[in-house]
């Protein structure tokens, strides 16, 4: 069945660089793509950036200078890479499957989340 | 970017009808899809997709859930509501990069 799971250091110092692999099984990254959705302590849900099933990449303006991500399709896996992490990146972070529905795309399975506090 | 609102929260009895909106800052909508989708996130959970293209259930749904909507007001309707489904109800839309989400919707049992 289709899943997908986040892991990566739950806690980062400030100034450094956080690195989160999501791990899918069930479908193909060159079928499907992935983004990346994070959720800060009781707030609500904050597109980061998705790589397509052709590999192209699209980011949240608001974090392109410092995000990055890329995949290995041999593996299954999708890597995010944030640089400079400040207070206010600590959140949830998932990784979520998107589907394409001819001109429509959602996001129809996600993973559980890994908790990423970032400390001062 | 696209801007989606929506209450923050609503009270509702077990066993009547949750009325949840969701309104965009421009048309989601194009001459063949409305592109809004509704997720559902229950406490210490991550969402689960509900409601896709507005009105079409997603797998595993229960058919209390429904959506409808065009243009820039869509709604998702839990009719009745049960008490699994104390949750927070986000909308997003796909009509544009990038795909943004609502501030989610609380539902609560009065």
């Known amino acids: 069945q289709v899943q997908l799971k986040e892991s990566g250091p739950v806690l980062v110092q400030a100034s450094e660089t956080l690195s989160l692999t999501c791990t899918v099984s069930g479908f193909s990254l060159t079928n499907y793509g992935v983004i990346w959705v994070r959720q800060p302590p009781g707030k609500g849900l904050e597109w980061m950036g998705i790589?397509?099933?052709?590999?192209?990449?699209d980011y949240n303006s608001a974090l392109k200078s410092r995000l990055s991500i890329n995949r290995d399709t041999s593996k299954s896996q999708v890597f995010l890479k944030m640089n400079s992490l400040q207070t206010d990146d600590t959140a949830i972070y998932y990784c979520?499957?998107?589907?394409?529905?001819?001109?429509?795309?959602?996001?129809?399975?996600w993973g559980q989340g890994v908790m990423v506090t970032v400390s001062s | 970017d696209i801007v989606l609102t929506q209450s923050p929260a609503l009270a509702v009895s077990l066993g009547q009808r949750a009325t949840i909106s969701c309104r965009a800052s421009?048309?989601?909508?194009?001459?063949?899809?409305?592109?809004m989708h509704w997720y559902q996130q229950k406490p210490g959970e991550q969402p689960k997709l509900l409601i896709y293209?507005?009105?079409n259930l997603a797998s595993g749904i229960p058919v209390r859930f429904s959506g409808s909507g065009s243009g820039t007001d869509f709604t998702l309707t839990i009719n009745p509501v049960q008490a699994d489904d104390i949750a927070t109800y986000y909308c997003?839309?796909?009509?544009?990069?990038?795909?943004?989400f609502g501030s989610g919707t609380k539902l609560e049992i009065k």
């Open positions: 293209d507005a009105s």
């Open positions: 979520t499957r998107v589907r394409i529905n001819y001109g429509s795309y959602y996001f129809d399975y």
């Open positions: 421009q048309s989601v909508s194009t001459s063949s899809y409305n592109l």
């Open positions: 997003q839309q796909s009509r544009e990069l990038p795909p943004t």
């Open positions: 790589i397509w099933r052709n590999g192209n990449t």
